[in-house]
């Protein structure tokens, strides 16, 4: 069903999904959030929150297999995220969050987040 909406929204190009994120933190803390792009592969918007911060990012294409990009987190801490995904499409993601306080999170997107 989901590589249904996919396929539907590669040929109108112009449809937005979004899709879930969860992480977990070295400490075992967790975090969730979403990711929403506009077109199967367009502009997209990242956003999680868990008990300490939520943190924001966009990234202009995911054209390519890993992409990485800038997050700003709401207590003035930033961070790279990199995200890879299967050649299969974009219906599932893992990566890390690194932030410049040291923290290190692990991140899935998508059907990830079901296993």
């Known amino acids: 069903m989901n590589r249904l909406v996919i396929l539907c929204c590669v040929l109108l190009a ?35 929150k ?9 990234f202009s294409s995911w054209s390519n297999l890993t992409i990485t990009f800038p997050v700003q987190c709401s207590d003035l801490i930033a961070g790279t995220v990199t995200l890879t995904r ?14 410049s306080n040291g923290q290190t999170k692990q991140i899935v997107y998508g059907q990830a987040t079901h296993q």
């Open 14 to 48: 112009g449809c937005a999904t979004q899709e879930s994120v969860k992480f977990v933190g070295p400490s075992g803390q967790y975090g969730s959030g979403q990711i929403a792009m506009n077109g199967a592969m367009g502009e997209g918007r990242f956003s999680v």
């Open 50 to 58: 868990d008990e300490q911060r939520s943190c924001a990012g966009h």
């Open 86 to 99: 299967p050649q299969d499409g974009p219906l599932t993601a893992t990566g890390t969050m690194v932030l």
